[in-house]
């Protein structure tokens, strides 16, 4: 059965830092790109950071300088290091996995989600 578990959200100030980690099992994920997500109530769930399958990192221009996305070296874990947190980041956080394929990549693998939490 494949999995993606997330885990170390929580609550922090305003200009704390955050760490969430996502483990993914039940396949390898080698060729995957794996990403974070986040979705407040209301708003669409939003694309935060993406990490390719060579290491390759994009991210959301709202987080750019902020956040920073790695994989572990096995490449079935998943980082997302978060600095100078702002209150608008507060949101329930989601790992994805996905395929590149003719330019789009597909996200077809999601976790539970971890809520995270700033305060001003």
């Known amino acids: 059965q494949v999995q993606l578990v997330e885990s170390g959200g929580g609550s922090v100030q305003a200009g704390g830092s955050l760490r969430v980690s996502c483990a993914a099992s039940g396949r390898t994920f080698v060729n995957y790109h794996m990403g974070w997500f986040r979705q407040t109530p209301g708003k669409q769930r939003e694309l935060v950071a993406a990490?390719?399958?060579?290491?390759?990192?994009n991210y959301a221009d709202s987080v750019k300088g902020r956040f920073t996305i790695s994989r572990g070296n096995a490449k079935n874990t998943v980082y997302l290091q978060m600095n100078s947190l702002k209150p608008e980041d507060t949101a329930v956080y989601y790992c994805a996995g996905g395929v590149r394929s003719l330019g789009t990549t597909t996200w077809s693998l999601w976790g539970q989600g971890t809520q995270v939490t700033v305060s001003s």
């Open positions: 990490v390719t399958s060579s290491g390759a990192t």
